[in-house]
């Protein structure tokens, strides 16, 4: 069977987050579940039935968003950049009351990847400040790039590649290093699959 190879390192890494994730969804459900319990009665009195179970379901949702639960559909995959999508919009780096000197403009960088089984995915590759210095520069279309479950940053994985990029903290290497000279983590990650999209080059 094909597969991606992950290194020990960020096995581990990726179970410590997943297992983060669920432990911080458990410890708020269970904490909100209490409080509905006890409390919901005294706090909801005024509601009908049908809007205070209304009520307590979004109060349950909740810690699914602050938890990010939601990323646990995540899946590894490897695949073909075949067009790179850029949203440009306005935003402060301050959440409450912003002021015109919080403002800056974001960059929202989306990837049509095609992946080996044919299907092409969109994917969100980052977020961050819009200028010439940022991510954005590494990734070009027709770059093979590879994800990792858990993980926030896509790695290049073109055979002559001069950079690469830790799937863990997003940092540029030189491509002859083994480990990301920021978080440590193993840069070198095996592809044991066949071609990408029937293209057999290496760019």
Sequence with gaps: MKEIIIPADIKEYVNKKVFKKISLWLIMTIAITLLIVFF???????????????????????????????????????????????????????GFRPTIETLYRKE???FYIKL???????????????????????????????????TDYLQIINKNVDKKICVICGTSNPAANDSCAFCRHTLNIRIDGPPIGGDTSER
């Excluded at 810690?63 to 067009?83: M, Q, R």
């Design 116 to 150: 080996k089984n044919g299907k092409t995915i969109k994917r969100k590759a980052f977020e961050q400040h819009a200028n010439n210095n940022n991510m954005s520069k590494y990734y070009s279309v027709g770059d093979r790039v590879l994800h990792i479950y858990g």
């Design 40 to 94: 919901g009665d005294t706090f909801f009195s005024r509601l009908n039935n049908t809007v205070k179970i209304g009520v307590y379901v979004l109060l349950l949702i909740i810690p699914v968003y602050i938890s990010k639960l939601y990323d646990l559909k995540d899946n590894s995959f490897y695949g073909l950049i075949t067009k790179i999508e850029v949203k440009n919009t306005v935003d402060s780096e301050r």
């Design 108 to 110: 929202t960088v989306y």
